[in-house]
């Protein structure tokens, strides 16, 4: 054997979380799916859906052919991962995210990463135009962000093998953000890519971020401010994109060997996704404690509807005795008055003993006594309603029998003790702890 040592992974999962927020995430998500005592296994058994959280943030870049699109990717990943040039180089939608190794998804892979995602097939052959690059970079914040490269836009004959149009729509409202960027380069003003942002700002404008990418080739300032002009124009003539507080910043890809005087924004974008970042921890914690409660107040539902049907399967089993009894009694009492009558008293003593006698010629008796009083003709008539009577008290024994309802087993009851005192003891304390760890990471020590 090579005395050499093994190499050691260049990115261990350990080592790939590094910061506060992504140890919160990957805590999170870690209760929800963990194979024992998962939120969602909870949920499941008493008939809720729960979905984990995400441990990433999406953030889908829009926006014509030639936009950069693909370039601030690669410059945020600082890895050459998406072809970039001046033709349509993104046909489909690519996600790139981090990993432990560099690896290429195609659509069946993609959608097995990206559960969450899979309502897009609903969209007639998007399947085969998406794709997944996995990338072991730790640079920026990427480890906490996937990126959703869409197709590149253009107006005219150009035929998509989709609805790109309703994709990259449905694709924006499962992002927690929308980056759209306008080419100076005479393509800002493609009416395709405008319609999609109409239609994004409708339904999630709080989400859409406006950027002017590739701004040092736009030339002088002031030729910038003439196609920033354009751009407004051409939004404001739109009543759905027609708001104030409309900022729409310059970035470009930095390069040492050309220097330009055009200010470049694009620290802002990296910014944007870092404060992403930490409003998505607030809300998967807060999300968590929303689903905990969703799970113990179920369970007490579940508690109180069992002790309720408990009651209730004890009212109807006694009506259902109390109708079977008298369903048996009268027949028998009305058989055994016409058989009693037949002897005399003195019989009956012998036979029974006086006092058992005398109480059976009672009961008898009213039977008897209530029989004379109908007349011959009418006795067949009543033997066909009595019958009827005690069929009818048969069929209610039976009916009542069947109305119960289903009760939990006490192995069942006791489950559902045991995942009340879980999230009770356990997950709410550990989100509390969560919570409490996050905020120290920004907040003054004397606060606590």
């Known amino acids: 054997m090579s005395g050499r040592k093994p190499r050691s992974v260049a990115n261990p999962l350990e080592s790939a979380i590094t910061t506060p927020s992504e140890r919160i995430l990957k805590e999170c998500h870690s209760l929800y799916v963990d194979s024992e005592h998962g939120l969602v296994k909870i949920a499941s058994s008493l008939g809720v859906r729960l979905l984990p959280p995400r441990k990433k943030i999406i953030v889908v870049i829009m926006g014509n052919h030639s936009a950069g699109k693909s370039s601030f990717i690669n410059w945020y990943v600082e890895e050459h991962i998406q072809k970039t040039g001046v033709a ?27 559960p969450h995602f ?28 996937t990126f959703v490269d869409t197709p590149g836009l253009v107006d005219g004959d150009m035929i998509y093998p989709f609805d790109v149009n309703s994709a990259i729509t449905w694709l924006g409202e499962q992002a ?21 942002v109409e239609k994004l700002s409708e339904k999630c404008g709080d989400k859409l971020l ?40 310059t970035i470009y890809i930095p390069n040492p060997q050309k220097p330009s005087r055009c200010v470049n924004q694009i620290d802002r974008v990296c910014q944007t996704i870092e404060k992403t970042i930490n409003q998505a921890v607030q809300k998967t914690l807060d999300q968590l404690e929303k689903d905990c409660d969703l799970i113990c107040s179920t369970i007490s539902t579940r508690l109180e509807k069992d002790r309720a049907d408990v009651i209730f399967n004890k009212s109807v089993r006694l009506h259902s005795f109390m109708c079977g009894a008298l369903g048996v009694f009268l027949p028998l009492l009305f058989i055994l008055s016409l058989v009693v009558n037949t002897f005399s008293q003195e019989q009956l003593d012998e036979l029974l ?89 920004c907040a003054a020590e004397y606060d606590f």
């Open 88 to 114: 349509i180089e993104t046909q489909g939608f690519t996600f790139i995210t981090s990993g432990r190794k560099r690896e290429s998804l195609t659509g069946n892979a993609t959608l097995h990463l990206y």
């Open 176 to 196: 927690d953000l929308i980056f759209v960027f306008f080419d100076p380069m005479g393509q800002a003003l493609c009416k395709r890519t405008l319609n999609i």
């Open 118 to 145: 899979r309502p897009i097939l609903e969209f007639k052959g998007v399947l085969d135009y998406l794709s997944a690059e996995i990338s072991t970079s730790k640079q920026k914040k990427f480890s906490l962000v």
């Open 210 to 249: 406006f950027y002017l990418s590739k701004a040092d080739e736009a030339g002088k300032e002031t030729d910038r401010q003439r196609v920033m002009m354009q751009i407004v124009q051409e939004l404001c003539r739109r009543p759905g994109l027609n708001k104030c507080g409309f900022e729409m910043p």
């Open 353 to 441: 003993g006086e006092g058992m006698a005398r109480t059976l010629s009672i009961f008898t008796g009213i039977v008897v006594y209530l029989w004379d009083l109908i007349p011959e003709d009418g006795q067949v008539v009543f033997v066909i309603i009595f019958g009827s009577l005690c069929y009818l008290l048969f069929y209610l024994a039976k009916y009542f029998a069947r109305q119960g309802n289903k009760t939990l087993t006490k192995k069942e009851k006791r489950a559902m003790a045991e995942y009340n005192d879980y999230i009770q003891d356990i997950v709410k304390t550990k989100k509390g702890k969560l919570y409490e760890w996050y905020l120290q990471q």
